[in-house]
């Protein structure tokens, strides 16, 4: 079956423009997260969907991060005014269910702001 | 709050050697504990997992790893290296339970180099 599917798997941006970054999870599953890789900080948690609601908005590193799920599926990461600091890989999983259940993750969005 | 250390940022074996990656991580509880390993421009795979019961668990690829309570670790072994497991492979933790927090907490990475 279809996996975790996210676009566009490349963008470059200028610097202070807003960017959309979209998920796709595998049907049927529940929670839906983000995450980002980058060099300096490795891999980190962003935010948690568990069907549109968000429990955890914890990780998400300034109010110019937003995110939101839609009918219990595509979710869409929006960032802001970017930064140089917000280059990184966003990666997307989701899972059938939270609680130490295997998360998926998809091949995730490079980001480059210059 | 629960970490994760990966001894050795980058690991170099021999074609048919042992591998062996370590993984501590710091928790006031048992976490749930995983292996995943990323290849070049690829997302995360997730290699195998320990939740609850036995201790030894087996995963993909020949991949096995051990959960030491008392040693707080979950190294991750595979007898034989072949070149193909030449990878990124990050050990992660999650609290225990549906109602704690679901996020993955990820160590730093080990870049394994399979030489022939």
């Known amino acids: 079956g279809a996996g975790v599917s996210q676009s566009p798997s490349n963008k470059v941006t200028e610097k202070g423009k807003d960017v959309e970054l979209r998920c796709d999870p595998i049907s049927g599953h529940t929670a839906l997260y983000w995450y980002r890789q980058s060099l300096g900080q490795g891999l980190e948690f962003l935010i948690y969907f568990q069907g549109n609601s968000a429990p955890d908005k914890s990780g998400l590193p300034s109010d110019r991060f937003s995110a939101e799920r839609t009918g219990g599926s595509v979710s869409t990461l929006t960032i802001q005014r970017t930064q140089q600091e917000d280059s990184a890989v966003y990666l997307c999983?989701?899972?059938?269910?939270?609680?130490?259940?295997?998360?998926?993750f998809g091949p995730g969005t490079r980001l480059t702001v210059t | 709050a629960q970490s994760v250390t990966q001894l050795g940022s980058h690991v170099s074996v021999s074609e048919g050697a042992l591998v062996l990656l370590r993984c501590n991580y710091s928790s006031s509880v048992p976490p749930y504990l995983f292996w995943y390993v990323q290849y070049p421009n690829q997302g995360l795979q997730l290699l195998l997992k320990?939740?609850?019961?036995?201790?030894l668990v087996k995963g993909i690829n020949g991949f096995e790893a051990e959960f030491k309570k008392s040693e707080t670790s979950f190294h991750l072994t595979k007898p034989s290296a072949h070149m193909s497991d030449a990878a990124e492979y990050f050990c992660a933790v999650s609290p225990p339970g549906i109602q704690g927090a679901q996020k993955l907490v990820f160590g730093q990475g080990t870049r394994l180099t399979i030489n022939p």
């Open positions: 999983a989701s899972s059938l269910l939270a609680g130490g259940y295997e998360q998926y």
């Open positions: 320990y939740t609850t019961g036995a201790t």
